[in-house]
Structure formats: structure tokens, C-alpha cells
């Protein structure tokens, strides 16, 4: 059961967005869903709240330090679950990034975000201190097309050596907005359209990469008996 969490202390940067989007992705593609929305403004609740008809997938609240500790009786019945995390919440984004078996921090193409996201690389490095083999990414969310900021943010996040920048970036669209709005995803209200490409190739991306992962964990044992 893969856990995918989307961080960013800055808040602003289309945390919500993204895990909406990408959770709904997944749904649609067969896979039980858990939603925690772990930040206090409860920007999920209120966007799954906003739904006319059946939810995809349950959205439950849980901004608390002890995320990382619940989560596995919380979501035991599910294929994936997805975070929404708190921006400017040390504690509870801490806790989330603990429960996380990958953490997506998107990022605008902006040098206030840019510099912005040093907190929460911070953070990763900490608790990559008892969990190594946490995943962490950058996401480039509301890319503004043809613009020289949006082409300069993938070499200005390269100094941040660590974490790697998904190929995916997502562009700025009404689309998104549009579909938040009646609770909905753009894949839903603009199946064939230009952002629900976007983000099912962002959704790609990350199941491809937690794929990788697996496997690497299963050839250990192999190696490690073959060096014995």
C-alpha cells in the first residue's frame, strides 16, 4: 500500500490540487483510494464536501503529529493512500512525511518558491535519518507556458542535489479551478483535455516510480544471498 504525500511549507503552491488530481487518477483507474487531509485549513474536506453525488474515494481529516503512527489502521483496506499536508505545521508535516513512502513537493515556477522549499527538504533530510528509503520529489505545478521562469526553475531546483524534479510538470489551467470548484477533478469534467493529460501523466510518473522502489527492495535479498 504505497503512501504519497504532497508537501510543501509555502502554502500557495497547489498542494491540494495536485493530490485531488492525482488521487482521483488513481481511483478512476481501478485502485481503492484513502484521502487524509492533514492540513488544518482542510482544504480537501471542503473540495470533497463541494461534490454532488458519490465520492471516489473517502477524504477523512487528520492534522496530527501522530499521522505517521495511525495510518496503518487508518487506510489498512486500501491500494493507495494519499496526503494532503499542512504548509507552516512543523509537527504534522513532519509526522506525514514520516507516514509517506514518497513526498511530492510542488513548486510554481517562482524564485520565492523555490526558495521556499529549503524548509521542507530540511524536514525530508531529518527523518531520512530513521527512514532512507523515503522517496522525495519535485512536482512544477502552474507552469506558465513559453515563459524564461518556467523554463529557469528546473536548473534553479538543482541545487537542491537530493531531490530530482519529475519530468511531469502541470501547466496553469481555469480547468483546475473550474472542476475544484463542484468538488470534481479535471479529469472528470475534461477527460480528454490538456491538464487531465498532465495529470495522468504526473500519475504515471509516480507509480512508476514506487514501482522501482519494489523492486529494488525485492532484489536485496538475492544480492545479499548471493554475496553469503
Known sequence: MPVVSFLNQKGGVGKTTLAT?????LALA?????????????SSLDWSASRQGELLFPVVGVPKDTLHREIAALSAPYDWVVIDGPPRVYTVAKSAIAASDLVIIPVQPSPYDIWAAKEVVDIIAD???LKPNLIAVFAINRKIANTA???DVTAALANYADIPILAASITQRVSFAESAASGQSVLEVEPHGPASHEIRALTAEI???LHEQDSEHEDQPTKQAAHS
Open 30 to 42: 481501478g485502485h481503492k483510494v484513502f484521502f487524509i487531509d492533514a492540513d488544518p485549513q482542510g
Open 207 to 209: 507509480t512508476e516510480l
Open 127 to 129: 527523518v531520512r535519518v
Open 21 to 25: 488530481n492525482v488521487a482521483t487518477a
Open 149 to 151: 521562469i518556467g523554463r
